[in-house]
């Protein structure tokens, strides 16, 4: 157990719609990554969050977003879903520190 | 080109065998090597962590890299059915604070 909580730990929705996946990194990490693992692409760096800061954008589409609050926990919106938008979606948290991080469980999402 | 290259696999080897699992790159500023581990339906968790050329060494774990040319490498030996997963490699510029950029990974198997 890495110690990162995600909810939920799967999402079934239909294609148009919105959803949020949440993320709560581990007790006293800063930094917050989200990632997205397709079968055709791999893992791919969405976003970074820093402090309740963005700190580096990957892949990312427009229709996505992510914000990282007080208590630094972040969410990760995803809008006008597509069947292409169906993967595992990771967040990962950084010791303060260290370069490692350390990955949450994943959230499954299926667009159906 | 894709920037980072790795065999999907899938590699089967009886217990006890030596694995090697390899990556190519192509961005000559990448300074940071991982290998992470991702057990089915789980988050990856780093197995190996290296800074520029050289070698490392963790138990029954070795990552090599080859700066050179543009090559890492991660054996495994006397490999064990609890090493059934795919191994990831990942790298960066600016180590685990900037955008990790992952291979596809590589399922491994080990047979009793």
């Known amino acids: 157990d890495s110690g990162v909580t995600q909810t939920p730990k799967h999402l079934i929705t239909a294609t148009g719609q919105r959803v949020t996946l949440r993320c709560s990194p581990r007790?006293?990490?800063?930094?917050v990554y989200w990632y997205q693992q397709s079968l055709d692409q791999g893992l791919q760096f969405l976003i970074q969050y820093y402090n309740g800061e963005e700190r580096a954008k990957g892949n990312i589409l427009e229709r996505f977003s992510a914000q990282q609050f007080p208590d630094l926990h972040s969410e990760l919106n995803l809008s006008s879903l597509e069947l292409g938008d169906s993967a595992l979606y990771f967040c990962?948290?950084?010791?303060?520190?260290?370069?490692?991080?350390?990955f949450g469980p994943g959230t499954r999402l299926t667009v159906l | 080109q894709k920037e980072v290259e790795q065999d999907p696999g899938p590699l089967s080897v009886p217990e006890g065998a030596i694995v090697s699992l390899n990556c190519t790159y192509s961005?000559?500023?990448?300074?940071?090597f991982m290998w992470y581990r991702q057990y089915s339906r789980k988050g990856p968790e780093l197995l190996m962590y290296?800074?520029?050329?050289g070698n490392k060494e963790d138990g029954r774990f070795t990552a090599q890299v080859d700066k050179s040319s543009k090559y890492i490498s991660l054996f495994i030996r006397d490999s064990q059915p609890s090493d059934s997963a795919t191994y990831l490699c990942?790298?960066?510029?600016?180590?685990?604070?900037?955008?990790?950029?992952f291979g596809k990974g590589t399922k491994l198997s080990v047979k009793p």
């Open positions: 961005n000559s500023a990448f300074q940071y």
């Open positions: 007790s006293g990490d800063l930094s």
């Open positions: 990942a790298m960066s510029e600016w180590g685990s604070q900037g955008n990790l950029i």
């Open positions: 990962a948290s950084t010791e303060r520190g260290t370069d490692t991080q350390y």
């Open positions: 290296t800074y520029s050329s």
